[in-house]
């Protein structure tokens, strides 16, 4: 017996998933259901995958800044020489 399973997924993943299975001869539902296989039989461990940190405009503009200060050597304080130093100037 087959059944169907019905879940959500980004457009544009789903896309480019469909379009690399059926470069590699298959179609996405062929990779799903291997995929679902291999993790029954124990052959594939899933992992967490991070996705890629969007910042909105307002801080990317001052991230941005600040990595253009850093590689300028501008607006920058220290290094100090020891800890009581780094309170001293902070605590001024």
């Keep these: 017996m087959i059944t169907q399973v019905i879940f959500k997924i980004d457009k544009a993943l789903k ?45 990317r503009r001052i991230l941005d800044r600040r990595l253009g200060d850093i590689k300028e050597g501008k607006n920058l304080v220290g290094p100090f020489k020891n800890v009581e130093e780094m309170k001293k100037y902070l605590m001024e």
């Design 15 to 59: 896309a480019k998933a469909q379009k690399k299975a059926k470069l590699d001869g298959l179609s996405f539902s062929d990779i799903l259901q291997m995929s679902t296989r291999a993790y029954v039989e124990g052959k594939l461990q899933p992992q967490m995958v991070q996705k890629e940190e969007k910042f909105n405009a307002k801080t």
